[in-house]
C-alpha cells in the first residue's frame, strides 16, 4: 500500500540564541558560521527524529554531514566537537548520534491533516485529491435551476505511523529498546507492528521511558545552568544584613566576601541560583 506522504518542522524556541552554549559558539571567532551549522544540522536530522545515521560513504561522518548540508567538513567537525562537550550531540550505538534539541521540538503531520486543516481554517481552497470527490447535482424546480454541490471524502487505507511512532522521541526509544535484541530490525518491526495493534504493554514501556528521558533531561538542563551562570552578578545584592563584595567559585559552592569584612564558603551554587532567579523575577515585576 502507498504510505501517505509526511510533513516534518523544527520549533525554534523563543530563547534558542540566548542559551549560554549558543552564546558561547557565537562568540568564537567565526561563530555566526558555526551557529548556522549546528542549526543546519538539526534540519538535516528532521527526518530521523534527531537521529545522524554515519553511513560510511566517506572516510568520517563530518564528511557526509559536510556534502548534505553544503558546508566545510571541518567547519562541521568543529560544530560536532562542541556540541559534543557541551550535551548538545550524545552517541548512541555505533554510527549513530542523536541531538536532544532536534528530537524534542519536531513535529510531524500527514498531508491529509494538512489538507483538512486548511480547507477547515477558510484560508485557501485546495484542489481535489484522490481523498475529496466534488459532485454537482443540477434540478429544475419550477422556473429556477438549483445547483447542489456536495463534497465526500474516500477513506483509503495507508501504512502511516500512529500518534506514538510520529512521537520525536519514538525512534531513540525504539532503538536503545531493541539494541539488545538478537535481530534489532526485525525485533523493531515487531514492536512497530504492536503499537499499530494497539498493544497496551508496549505503550506503557515507551510512556515510561518518555517520562524518565524528559525528567532527566530537564534534571541535567538544570545542573549545565547552574554550572555555567555568571555568579558575579550576585556583586552587589544584599543577602540577609550584609552586601556581596566578591564572589569565588570553589565548585560545588561559592565563597562570598561581604562588605562588612566577613566570608562564607558554605554557600551551594544550586542554592543560590534559586535565590537569584528568584531575585531576578521580584525585580522584573
Known sequence: MAKEKRYYWLKFKRDFFDDLRIRKLQSIPG??????????ILTYSIPTSGIIVYQGIFETIEEEIALEINEDAKTVRFVLEYASNHGMLE????GKYFLPYAAENIGTETASAVRMR???SGKKKLPSSHCDAGVTHRLRSGDESVTLETETEIEIET?????TESDPLFQRWLEEYCSTAKNPPAYRSTM???FREGNEDALEAFTKWKQEYLQNKQQE????KIQEFDYTQLVGYSLGNKQINRVVDVGSHLHLFFDDGTDDYSYAKKDIYQ?????????SK
Open 275 to 283: 535565590w537569584i532567579q528568584h531575585k531576578h523575577k521580584e525585580a
Open 118 to 120: 486548511r480547507l477547515r
Open 91 to 94: 552517541g548512541m550505538e555505533q
Open 221 to 224: 538542563e538544570t545542573k549545565r
Open 31 to 40: 561563530g555566526d558560521t558555526y551557529v548556522l551549522a549546528y542549526i543546519k
Open 192 to 194: 512497530r507492528k504492536k
Open 159 to 163: 501504512e502511516t505511523d500512529t500518534e
